[in-house]
């Protein structure tokens, strides 16, 4: 009788939960063995803990110092990016000892949406698993837009070429008619052709096979790891103090001409001072996305009870010692008003090109730095993304297409095509303003729902085995949930907009697909 009635209860309840036994019978076949419950066979343990900080690094360094720096610093926070660097780096940190924590006891694909439907029921997990669509897919396709204005800067560096406006911007871009667009003021973006198709090569190696990619993401991490500390040593003796001071954006700052030909006002207060500074913070907090994306790997990691936590902490560490340093020299090379017009696009390009004379070789070298930097961060963003869609689609709450496993490479193909088709349309027709704002918005909401979720384990669950534990956890939960909500307010009406449309699309398919669908509910 008792059973009966907590079966109707997980029928009927938003709020039904997913035990952390039940997650791990699921996955308690041997590595590359058949799914005890598909018979179709299960994610292949392939990545090492070095894998693993490599795949942090590769996701984490990429559009956010490249591209997302410049937009903080010219738009926000000056030369006060740092803080901002540091703001987002300290809310990190602390989301990433929840992460690590949740990874090293849950080694399971899913990332927060797992970690949500153990502690706070399914209805909160599939908003966090849909959350995560702005997170991972619509964070490859703001990276895949920097890739483009990357590339468009090496064919002209190179061969003084460069790809027509139109077919490398969007529909809501206008050419400003100046640096390589000279001549070609007013002219209207169509769409982003090379966004599509890097979108498309990644795409085909994450069909090939995880470890493939794995391998391709190590070469990578070295090269663009290796072009920043350049960058850093060779620009430091060209740094101009003058560009640092004020170290805050004054109220008194003016104007600046965008590349649409629009005005920005920093009389705003979300455009100078302490608020420009937080505003960056939620800008550039894009910038540290990867390091999470390390947890949907979890079930191809070979000892992930060790080597999450690790992959996760470490490669947070490296990139914030980094990033500290390069938007540091970033605004010390350039006035911050130019980040904001004819330096936007390609910005590391357009200040060494303009400030570190004789230096125009290393230009040319972090641009196809940057190029293959940006693709290892559209490769995990991809592989992260269809990691938490198999999931899901092994709980029944998004069609089984997701979890379809290819019988040769057991990698989830189909969804990896159905994600190519969905960013590619992001890409090709968004600015990457927009876009990554997006991405930022849902990230932090990510983050403040696993801080959350350790804090609710801990009491509902204080004698489960867990190999990791979040130090000083009543202090760091709460701290890191309040600061990155604090971002999330930060970030502009216009994206609380967007994230409410985007949850109202979700909540409409899971009350009339995956309620019905759920595996757990059908119990």
Same mark, same amino acid.
């Given at each position: 009788?008792?059973?009966?009635?907590?079966?109707?209860?997980?029928?009927?309840?938003?709020? +039904?939960?997913?035990?952390?036994?039940?997650?791990?019978?699921?996955?308690?076949?041997?590595?590359?063995?058949?799914?005890?419950?598909?018979?179709?066979?299960?994610?292949?343990?392939?990545?090492?803990?070095?894998?693993? $900080?490599?795949?942090?690094?590769?996701?984490?360094?990429? *559009?956010?110092?490249?591209?997302?720096? *410049?937009?903080?610093?010219?738009?926000?926070?000056?030369?006060?990016?740092? $803080?901002?660097?540091?703001?987002?780096?300290?809310?990190?940190?602390?989301?990433?000892?929840?992460?690590?924590?949740?990874?090293?006891?849950?080694?399971?694909?899913?990332?927060?949406?797992?970690?949500?439907?153990?502690?706070?029921?399914?209805?909160?997990?599939?908003?966090?698993?849909?959350? =995560?669509?702005?997170?991972?897919?619509?964070?490859?396709?703001?990276?895949?837009?920097?890739?483009?204005?990357?590339?468009?800067?090496?064919?002209?560096?190179?061969?003084? %070429?460069?790809?027509?406006?139109?077919?490398?911007?969007?529909?809501?871009?206008?050419?400003?008619?100046?640096?390589?667009?000279?001549?070609?003021?007013?002219?209207?973006? $169509? $769409?982003?052709?090379?966004?599509?198709?890097?979108?498309?090569?990644?795409?085909?190696?994450?069909?090939?096979?995880?470890?493939?990619? +794995?391998?391709?993401?190590?070469?990578?991490?070295?090269?663009?790891?290796?072009?920043?500390?350049?960058?850093?040593?060779?620009?430091?003796?060209?740094?101009?103090?003058?560009?640092?001071?004020?170290?805050?954006?004054?109220?008194?700052?003016?104007?600046?001409?965008?590349?649409?030909?629009?005005?920005?006002?920093? +009389?705003?207060?979300?455009?100078?001072?302490?608020?420009?500074?937080?505003?960056?913070?939620?800008?550039?907090?894009?910038?540290?996305?990867?390091?999470?994306?390390?947890?949907?790997?979890?079930?191809?990691?070979?000892?992930?009870?060790?080597?999450?936590?690790?992959?996760?902490?470490?490669?947070?560490?490296?990139?914030?010692?980094?990033?500290?340093?390069?938007?540091?020299?970033?605004?010390?090379?350039?006035?911050?008003?130019?980040?904001?017009?004819?330096?936007?696009?390609?910005?590391?390009?357009? *200040?060494?090109?303009?400030?570190?004379?004789?230096?125009?070789?290393?230009?040319?070298?972090?641009?196809?730095?940057?190029?293959?930097?940006?693709?290892?961060?559209? =490769?995990?963003?991809?592989?992260?993304?269809?990691?938490?869609?198999?999931?899901?689609?092994?709980?029944?709450?998004?069609?089984?297409?997701?979890?379809?496993?290819?019988?040769?490479?057991?990698?989830?193909?189909?969804?990896?095509?159905?994600?190519?088709?969905?960013?590619?349309?992001?890409?090709?027709?968004?600015?990457?303003?927009?876009?990554?704002?997006?991405?930022?918005?849902?990230?932090?909401?990510?983050?403040?729902?696993?801080?959350?979720?350790?804090?609710?384990?801990?009491?509902?669950?204080?004698?489960?085995?867990?190999? %990791?534990?979040?130090? %000083?956890?009543?202090?760091?939960?709460?701290?890191?949930?309040?600061?990155?909500? +604090?971002?999330?307010?930060?970030?502009?009406?216009?994206?609380?907009?967007?994230?409410?449309?985007?949850?109202?699309?979700?909540?409409?398919?899971?009350?009339?697909?995956?309620?019905?669908?759920?595996?757990?509910?059908?119990?």
């Amino acid at each position: 009788m008792e059973s009966t009635k907590a079966s109707t209860q997980t029928k009927n309840q938003l709020w +039904a939960k997913k035990s952390i036994s039940k997650l791990m019978e699921e996955t308690a076949a041997e590595p590359n063995s058949l799914d005890p419950i598909s018979q179709e066979g299960t994610l292949k343990r392939t990545l090492s803990s070095t894998n693993l $900080i490599a795949l942090g690094i590769g996701a984490i360094i990429g *559009a956010g110092l490249f591209v997302r720096t *410049a937009a903080a610093a010219g738009g926000h926070a000056g030369p006060g990016v740092t $803080i901002s660097f540091a703001i987002a780096a300290f809310a990190c940190a602390l989301a990433g000892l929840c992460y690590a924590e949740f990874a090293s006891m849950i080694p399971i694909a899913g990332s927060a949406y797992t970690y949500s439907y153990t502690t706070m029921g399914e209805f909160i997990a599939w908003i966090i698993g849909w959350d =995560l669509v702005l997170e991972y897919a619509l964070g490859a396709a703001t990276v895949s837009i920097g890739w483009s204005q990357y590339l468009n800067a090496l064919f002209y560096d190179f061969f003084k %070429f460069h790809i027509p406006y139109q077919w490398c911007h969007s529909p809501f871009q206008i050419s400003d008619g100046l640096g390589m667009y000279a001549g070609e003021a007013g002219v209207h973006g $169509i $769409i982003n052709l090379p966004a599509v198709f890097i979108l498309l090569m990644l795409s085909m190696l994450l069909i090939r096979g995880t470890q493939e990619s +794995a391998t391709f993401n190590n070469i990578i991490v070295i090269v663009k790891v290796s072009i920043v500390l350049l960058i850093i040593a060779l620009a430091w003796k060209f740094i101009n103090p003058a560009n640092h001071v004020p170290y805050l954006i004054p109220a008194d700052a003016g104007t600046a001409t965008l590349s649409t030909g629009q005005i920005h006002n920093y +009389a705003d207060p979300l455009n100078h001072g302490w608020l420009g500074v937080l505003r960056g913070a939620g800008i550039v907090f894009f910038a540290f996305i990867g390091f999470d994306a390390v947890s949907t790997a979890a079930q191809e990691a070979k000892n992930p009870q060790k080597d999450m936590p690790v992959g996760i902490l470490v490669s947070l560490a490296i990139c914030t010692f980094l990033y500290i340093l390069f938007s540091h020299v970033l605004t010390g090379l350039a006035p911050y008003k130019e980040f904001m017009g004819h330096g936007g696009e390609a910005s590391v390009v357009y *200040a060494i090109t303009h400030y570190m004379p004789g230096y125009e070789w290393l230009a040319s070298m972090v641009t196809v730095a940057i190029l293959a930097g940006f693709s290892s961060v559209i =490769l995990v963003m991809l592989l992260g993304q269809t990691r938490v869609f198999y999931t899901m689609s092994k709980d029944g709450l998004v069609p089984a297409i997701f979890s379809k496993l290819h019988p040769k490479y057991k990698t989830p193909y189909r969804s990896q095509w159905v994600f190519f088709v969905f960013v590619s349309i992001f890409a090709a027709f968004i600015p990457d303003s927009v876009v990554g704002d997006m991405t930022s918005i849902g990230t932090l909401f990510a983050f403040v729902l696993v801080c959350l979720g350790i804090m609710i384990l801990r009491k509902t669950d204080p004698n489960l085995v867990r190999p %990791f534990k979040t130090p %000083f956890y009543l202090i760091v939960c709460p701290l890191g949930a309040l600061i990155c909500l +604090a971002m999330i307010l930060s970030l502009g009406w216009e994206n609380w907009t967007r994230l409410i449309v985007w949850m109202g699309i979700g909540l409409l398919i899971y009350f009339v697909y995956g309620r019905y669908h759920s595996k757990l509910r059908a119990k």
